[in-house]
């Protein structure tokens, strides 16, 4: 069985996450993270944007937005935010934005996965932009166990972990109410000499450091480029 799948109410994307789980989930604080390292007003694309958690009150920070995602159902919570149904390693808008956003740790997947991620990250992005990531804490490898803590009325329990070498398998319910839901996926650890060099593969370079703890961090191009032509996007 695959390392990402789900179970509970409503729609399971592919990747095993929760369509009415995630639509539960309120902002914890990212959009201030990165549109304090954007200039003003500056156009986002969000690669991976689910329900709209970031993307929406980056919007209400003055962002033109634009959101991508596999899952038609997660796209018809966005209410009104312009999104692309697609695959991140897939996509290509034909146009760039100010900046790409890829969160929610997803570059913290497979080498292979991450570095096709990265290519659309740089495909989309200005020669003056930004891409802003947001990865697992290194320490949390070798740190995660079985816990449980409760937020904003949403039981989180760390049901298993499971290390595979470097990778981490995690299985975790979510529990709201009555209602739960669990979701199993697979981390992978990105150290600083793999991130630089996959980053270079995909012509980008680090910038800089956008929290304490590092989870948070920016990269810009290397060299400019010029975007290829737009093939016909799948809008939600």
Not at 51 to 65: F, K
Not at 198 to 223: H, I, N, S, V
């Amino acid at each position: 069985m695959s390392p990402y799948h789900g179970s509970g109410p409503g729609e399971i994307t592919p990747d095993g996450c929760a369509v009415e789980f995630y639509d539960l989930l309120p902002p914890m604080g990212e959009a201030e993270i990165v549109h304090a390292a954007l200039p003003a007003g500056a156009s986002i694309l969000e690669l991976g944007c689910g329900t709209g958690r970031i993307l929406r009150p980056l919007a209400d920070l003055g962002h033109p937005v634009m959101g991508v995602d596999e899952s038609p159902a997660m796209l018809e919570r966005l209410g009104e935010l312009p999104a692309v149904r697609d695959r991140i390693e897939t996509v290509r808008l034909g146009r760039v934005f100010d900046a790409v956003l890829l969160a929610s740790t997803m570059i913290n997947t497979d080498p292979a996965q991450r570095r096709a991620f990265l290519r659309t990250c740089r495909e989309h992005l200005a020669p003056n932009g930004t891409a802003v990531f947001q990865r697992t804490a290194p320490d949390w490898f070798d740190t995660a166990q079985p816990t449980a803590h409760e937020h904003d009325g949403i039981r989180r329990v760390v049901r298993e972990v499971h290390r595979d070498g470097p990778c981490v398998d995690v299985v975790i319910d979510y529990h709201v109410g009555e209602r739960t839901w669990t979701h199993a996926f697979s981390r992978h650890p990105v150290d600083g000499a793999e991130l630089a060099g996959d980053l270079a593969e995909a012509d980008l370079t680090l910038g800089r450091w956008l929290t304490d703890d590092r989870t948070w961090f920016t990269a810009t191009p290397r060299t400019p480029r010029t975007p290829r032509t737009p093939r016909t996007p799948r809008t939600h």
